[in-house]
């Protein structure tokens, strides 16, 4: 009989409790993530022996098929103008609500509140909020003597109305924020005051700064969320009008389940990962210019 | 010999025991077989899946027609996997991938050459023609002939119905417009005559909340544009259905009404006003196509409201018929029952549950349940066209939903933009052609 040492037994308690996870990631994320990389060389449709068809899906894809620039340039545009709108408004809301005045933990949940309740509910409430001739957005805009457009029903502004849609959920940027403002030590605000620095200096160069992980956590999440973003172009639009909101997961979708091409979009599936992966990397490579840990930068250790 | 067992062996039998025992345990007991005293074999659990047509309606209806079913056959259980619409193809799908698709499924005939491409379905041919509890001469041809791709026979039909005019009574009353159904009888329901009965409607003059449009135009393949691209002469497919026609002068004209009631007549609302708003529920539509399924809702609404058929154009009296499925999955363990239950969602007896349920028959020997079923009046249109065989089909091919998917954007441009039909359908033949010959 031999006697587990005590770190022993914590590690064999931690390998048995992260199993289930462990059996789940391995099932479920990396296994068909495995297949997937075979099925892209395929030709498959779900239902009878997939084929092999070596680089004819990548081929396709780069050169063959319009719909894939499409449904990039429309993602693309989506990604690039909500994650900065919502970053800096989740910044703003954050620095609003972390001033100390009563009922403020009320205020907070109204704010987050929005973000709680996702999806399709959502898509469905904005629809009617769009609604041309008897949605909420229009109402409003005539109310200031402005005709408002079709939103959702004309290509020219169907795009801008979704990422207008997007900052519904910017009270979960805002809590993130929120958390990081909190953990700005006083004592650098006040030696900054001592220092002669007004609010806006204090702001620039000790509070930014000290969130600069948070806004770089925010961006890399968002990149990743909203070039994967299917619901609301599903549920909304189709990808309409004329394919001013074919986002990129909702023409993979429709490769998959509705044309049944699953080898054509396992391919499609890859090159949103690898442009994720390269827009991650990228974001991370600057991000030593205006990081800061501990209140140091990541460049050259200023 | 050592008979001695070591603690290696014992942990080895008894590892061993325990694995098998766990397997068994998971293993699927085979149904029993009749017993000497003549007793009843275990029941066989057959899943159904159907999509509720509407909602809680729609599951108490199926429970009204499984409950002498399942009275009739004490062998038969039948698990009901009631799913939206918008996932059960999906689903399908999936289940048939690994293997375990439902037993008996409805299937929209949207996607039932789809499915029987790939084969997934039974063909139901030999089950049909040995099983003297179905007689095609029950069903109207074109009900019967919705199932049959191939030349092989994948479904039973199940609910559908015929495209057909609502109309608001009390608009057509208050603006002193003839019934359009009294046009009809008159055989002067033309296009023209549904054109001067709209603009007789049409009120945009006061503010957005009062404006009544005399019609709402159609801007889908969905059943929507067939009746009035068929109507003006035209066909979306070619025979061998591996070209399309829809920049044929015919197809293209019956594109042209329909954008014309809203870019020239002003008669129907843009796109942009229907969309999210029921201009039907609210009464501001006098005249609009539609399936039989929303009686159930217009029943209650606060005004009166009959059927007419499709107006006739160049060809004559004409419209569309669309039905559903009920399929038996290939994979099934338990064809034969399953093939009861299939047969029996498509039964006398329980079509006319359907039809309490805003169905149209297909059958013949229903139509008097069709009838008495009102609102409205006029359920007689419902079936008129199939029985005096004037409803069309939708030529169906395994590729409908990618072609008409890709149609989306060129119908965008007509009914949105309102550029000219035959450019952009010029154009969108090309596309349709690369998919339906395998080119894209």
New interface residues.
């Given amino acids: 009989m031999f006697k587990l040492r005590y770190a022993q037994l914590e590690e064999i308690y931690g390998w048995l409790f992260v199993t289930p996870w462990l059996f789940g990631f391995l099932a479920f994320i990396v296994g068909p993530m495995l297949v997937s990389v075979y099925l892209a060389f395929t030709n498959w449709?779900?239902?009878?022996p997939a084929q092999m068809v070596g680089f004819d899906n990548f081929v396709k894809l780069t050169t063959g098929?319009p719909l894939v620039g499409q449904a990039l340039k429309v993602t693309t545009i989506y990604a690039g103008v909500s994650i900065p709108l919502q970053v800096v408004l989740g910044l703003i809301l954050a620095l609003l609500l972390n001033e100390k005045i009563k009922a403020m933990s009320f205020v907070r949940t109204v704010f987050y509140l929005p973000s709680v309740v996702a999806g399709v509910a959502v898509a469905l409430l904005w629809?009617?909020i769009?609604?041309?001739?008897?949605?909420l957005l229009n109402a409003g805009l005539d109310l200031v003597g402005i005709d408002g457009p079709?939103w959702?029903?004309?290509?020219r502004t169907a795009l801008s109305a979704l990422i207008l849609m997007s900052l519904w959920g910017v009270g979960g940027g805002m809590l993130i924020v929120l958390a990081g403002l909190q953990g700005v030590p006083t004592t650098l605000y006040e030696a900054a005051e001592v220092d002669g620095a007004n609010s806006w200096v204090r702001f620039w160069n000790v509070t930014l700064p000290m969130i600069s992980p948070v806004i770089l956590f925010q961006t890399v999440m968002g990149i990743i969320g909203a070039l994967q973003v299917f619901t609301e172009a599903y549920v909304m639009t189709?990808?309409?009008?004329?394919?001013a909101t074919l986002f990129y997961m909702l023409y993979l979708y429709?490769n998959a389940?509705?044309?049944?091409k699953m080898g054509y979009a396992s391919a499609l599936a890859w090159v949103l990962f690898a442009y994720i992966l390269l827009l991650t990397l990228l974001v991370l490579r600057f991000s030593a210019a205006w990081v800061y840990y501990e209140g140091v930068s990541t460049k050259a250790g200023q | 010999m050592n008979s001695r067992v070591t603690r290696r062996s014992f942990l080895k039998v008894a590892g061993g025991g325990l694995a098998l025992s766990m397997l068994s345990a998971c293993a699927v007991a085979p149904p029993a077989a009749p017993g000497e005293d003549g007793q009843m074999a275990e029941p066989v659990t057959i899943q159904l899946m159907f999509w509720p047509v509407g909602g809680e309606r729609g599951i108490a209806s199926m429970e009204k027609a499984l409950e002498p079913f399942e009275e009739a056959n004490p062998d038969i259980v039948v698990e009901r996997l009631a799913t939206p619409w918008g996932d059960l193809h999906d689903k399908f799908l999936t289940t048939s991938a690994g293997g375990v698709p439902p037993d008996v499924s409805a299937v929209d005939n949207y996607y039932l050459t789809q499915f029987a491409s790939k084969g997934i379905l039974l063909a139901l041919n030999e089950r049909v023609d040995a099983d003297p509890g179905v007689n095609d001469e029950d069903y109207f041809e074109a009900a019967w002939n919705e199932g049959v791709w191939e030349g092989e026979r994948w479904s039973m039909p199940y609910i559908g119905s015929t495209r057909v005019m609502y109309f608001n009574l009390d608009l057509f009353e208050a603006a002193g417009v003839p019934r359009p159904d009294e046009q009809w009888e008159a055989g002067e329901w033309t296009w023209d005559a549904f054109l001067e009965s709209a603009a007789a409607l049409t009120d945009t003059s006061g503010d957005v909340m009062d404006t009544v449009y005399g019609t709402m135009a159609d801007s889908s393949m969905w059943g929507g544009l067939q009746p009035w691209i068929w109507g003006a002469g035209g066909d979306e497919l070619n025979d061998d259905r591996t070209q399309s026609l829809l920049n044929t002068p015919e197809a293209v004209a019956g594109f042209e009404f329909c954008q014309n009631l809203i870019h020239d007549h002003g008669v129907a609302p843009t796109r942009e006003t229907t969309q999210d708003v029921n201009l039907v529920a609210t009464g501001r539509i006098g005249i609009w196509a539609s399936w039989r399924g929303l009686v159930m809702a217009y029943r209650s609404y606060d005004y009166n409201w009959e059927v007419v058929p499709f107006p006739m154009g160049a060809e004559g009296k004409l419209t569309l018929y669309k039905g559903n499925s009920m399929v038996v999955a290939k994979a099934g363990k338990n064809l034969d029952q399953a093939w009861q239950l299939c047969k029996y969602m498509s039964s006398q007896e329980a079509d006319a549950i359907w039809i309490t349920n805003g169905g149209a028959t297909p059958r013949k020997d229903n139509t008097d349940v069709l009838l008495n079923s009102r609102p409205p009046e006029n359920n007689a249109y419902f079936y008129q066209p199939l029985a005096e065989g004037w409803a069309k089909t939708i030529p169906f091919t395994p590729l409908w939903v990618e072609w008409t998917r890709s149609l989306s954007p060129f119908l965008d441009r007509i009914f949105l933009d309102n550029e000219d039909v035959q450019t952009v359908m010029d154009e969108a033949v090309v596309t349709i052609d690369g998919i339906l010959q395998g080119d894209s």
């Avoid at chain 1, 959702?152 to 290509?155: E, F, H, M, P, Y």
């Fill in positions: 449709d779900i239902l009878t098929d629809r009617w769009f609604s041309p001739d008897f949605g079709a959702l029903a004309d290509s189709e990808g309409g009008p004329k394919y429709q389940f509705e044309f049944l």
